[in-house]
């Protein structure tokens, strides 16, 4: 099993992970622009390194959680494919459109390297507690390979298919995720609007058939439900502008795919609108906003 892991990508999503996998025994050569999220990574016992070359020297897996698509590429075209050793298993657990994850993909096989797309679920705090969901695309071979390094940063670690199949899911649950909490934030505002007490709303709809995860784990009510970043002014937890990010990259696989979806065009679109009105820092149950006019 592969102990040397170099993780390129150390945000708010990659600090905690690398973090963990330190927990569980793995010696981990940390990069990052950011000095500020290099010493982090430092403190959590990671080597820390200025170069992505130095970070890539003599590992046996590469981690990496980026921005974007571009920035993937990028960082595997130059660098990675560059220094990676020989034989090197690659993970990109980055949250990109398929396309992207399935040239990479194809390009890391034709240079000799097992490699699964593998994007997460379940935000910050579940990044910083090892309970993260990965959905993860590749051959079978590539999936057991990487089973063992995503399991140390996560609770559920899930075969979704072949090569982008990962981005896939992903983007088809947050998709989902953009349209219930909408639906969610509306029934609470039109539930308030109608004099409604909203705790007593919760303690009818989370027990029937209008509850969700959006409601029960992640209700956009301050001081209704389980602890959210509502109970702390909309603060932290999974920002408006990655909802939309992943949003609007589903809308473009929508649109190759020819599937009709009119729930998830209709979320993206008032996500978009939420951003645009300076809220795109804010966690995006603060949707709510928007329904309470």
Sequence with gaps: MAKRIAFIGLG?????????????????????????????AKLAGCTAHTSINAALQGVDAVVTMLPNGTIVHNVF?????????????????????????????????????????APVSGGIAAANAGTLTFMVGGTDAAFAAAQPILAAMGSAVIHAGGEGAGQAAKICNNMLLGATMVAT??????????????QTFYNISS????????????????????????????????????????????????TDAGADVPMGRRAAELYEAFASAGNAGLDFSAIIKTMRG
Excluded at 12 to 21: D, H, K, Q, S, V
Excluded at 90 to 114: E, N, P, Y
Excluded at 186 to 198: I, S, T
């Design 207 to 254: 027990k029937a058939s209008g509850q969700s995860w959006s409601m029960t784990s992640y209700c956009p009510v301050a001081g209704v439900g389980p602890k959210t970043p509502a109970d702390n002014d909309y603060q932290g937890g999974f920002a408006t502008a990655l909802m939309l990010k992943d949003l609007r990259l589903a809308m473009a696989a929508a």
């Design 185 to 198: 934030s509306e029934a609470f505002a039109m539930a308030e609007k109608l004099g409604l007490d909203l």
């Design 77 to 117: 075209d130059n660098d990675v494919f560059k220094w990676a050793p020989a034989g090197a298993l690659l993970i990109d657990c980055s949250t990109i459109d398929v396309a992207t994850a399935r040239d990479v993909i194809t390009q890391a096989t034709a240079k000799g390297h097992q490699m699964v797309d």
């Design 12 to 40: 708010n999503m990659g600090g905690g992970m690398a973090a963990n996998l330190v927990a569980k025994g793995f010696k981990v050569e940390a990069f990052d622009l950011d000095a500020a999220a290099l010493e982090r």
